[in-house]
Structures are given as C-alpha cells and as structure tokens.
C-alpha cells in the first residue's frame, strides 16, 4: 500500500539532526494520552517523539562522554580507565525511560511487561550494557585479567549491534516501524564495528594501532548521531 511507504524526503528527515531535547514530557500526561493498557492510538503522538527524542539524546552524552573518555584513557590519562561505568548508569537510565508503561513509572508490573517481544529486547539491551561495563571496567582496573574478561567487551559490543540491526518496534504503522528501524541501523553498525576492532586490537596487537583507535571513535560516533537522532 502506498501508505505504507516512506518517501525520500521522510528518511530525509530523519537523519537530519535536530537540537538536543533534555527537556522530558510529564509522565502523567505521557501515559495519559497514550493509554498503554488500552493498545494506545493507532498514529504516533506528538508527546511519544519528545519522550524518544529525550531518551536518545541524554542516552548520547553518556555514549559520548565513553568514547571521549576511552580515547583519553588511550592518550595515557590513568583516571579515564573508569569510563566503562557509564554503561551502568546508561543502562539504568534506559531501565526507568526506555518502556514508560511498564515498572516503575507505568502501570504495567515487571514480569507481565516481559511477556512482549520488544519490551524483552530492551530489557536484553540493558542486561548486555550493564555486563559490558562492569566487565570492561574490571580489566582496565586491573580486577580481571586481560585473557579471557577483556573479551566479553568486544562480544557484548558486537552482539549489542547485531540486536539492534534485527530489533523490531511494536507500532501500528508499518511505514514508522521502518523510519524507527532505519534511523537504528548506523548505531548498529557502528557497534558492531567498535566490537570487532577491539576484537582485532587484542587477538593481532602487531597489526599496528588503527583498532585501538578504531573502536573509540566508533562510541564517540554512535554518541554524536544519538544526541541529534530525530523522529521527524
């Protein structure tokens, strides 16, 4: 159906960077206009974009301030080997922001919401996130050693991006779906990349310096296209 299909100019639009929003829309109005319980509206409100457009861009300044962290870390300053902790408290930001339906802000209880397919696939994202750093932050800290615990990072961070390309959004529309899917997939790209550069940077150290420097400018990227990601 033609209505189904995204034009140019809407992928357009997509990926033209907007100002950052850190402003939220109320929680009560959120769940308000949207009725959760009820399946919600068959078009995509206003106020469900600026609750989206929020959480992507504060979940970009915590991606940013990884990727500048670890390149500072590489340039020798000891204090920013502590960066992968910031997975942590991205992941529990995208714990309390990512489903408002659901626990704690929404009326939705834990388990129930798991039954969805989407909802368990954010909840994976999390898990994944928070493993990661707190893997990552406990070989540069020197808690675990390099063989084997230096490579849950690269896995994590392919495995991250790999879910991401097949990650699905439960909307009416088919069209939207496709905008929300195809405005994922550079970050998904993006991870898997910095996954598999930290990968090469460990298993061939003499291949020179290229993956070491690789992979942090891939989260520094993936920060950049979150903190202007648009919904149109």
């Not at 940013?64 to 529990?92: D, E, K, N, Q, S």
């Not at 696939?121 to 994944?128: E, G, N, S, Y």
């Amino acid at each position: 159906m033609h209505a189904d299909r995204a034009t140019l100019a809407e992928v357009t639009a997509r990926f033209t960077a907007m100002p950052p929003r850190f402003a939220s829309p109320a929680i009560d109005d959120l769940l308000q206009q949207t009725n959760p319980l009820a399946g919600g509206p068959e078009t995509r409100l206003q106020i469900e974009r600026e609750w989206s457009e929020f959480n992507h861009h504060w979940a970009g300044l915590f991606v940013l301030a990884m990727g500048l962290a670890a390149i500072a870390h590489r340039a020798g300053v000891r204090a920013a080997r502590h960066w992968p902790l910031l997975f942590v408290g991205l992941a529990a930001f995208l714990f309390v922001r990512n489903d408002p339906e659901v626990w704690p802000l929404g009326p939705i209880g834990f388990w129930e919401s798991l039954m969805q397919p989407e909802i368990l696939q954010h909840r994976l994202f999390m898990t994944l996130a928070a493993l990661f750093g707190v893997f990552e932050w406990a070989v540069r800290a020197g808690k675990l050693p390099v063989r084997p615990w230096a490579y849950v990072f690269p896995v994590i961070c392919a495995a991250g991006g790999g879910l991401l390309l097949t990650h699905s959004h439960a909307v009416f529309s088919v069209k939207e779906a496709f905008l929300m899917e195809v405005t994922h997939a550079p970050i998904g790209v993006l991870g898997a990349f910095a996954g598999w550069a930290r990968w090469l940077e460990l298993r061939l150290p003499e291949a020179g310096s290229t993956a070491g420097r690789l992979w942090p400018a891939c989260l520094t990227a993936v920060g950049l296209v979150l903190i202007f990601y648009s919904e149109g």
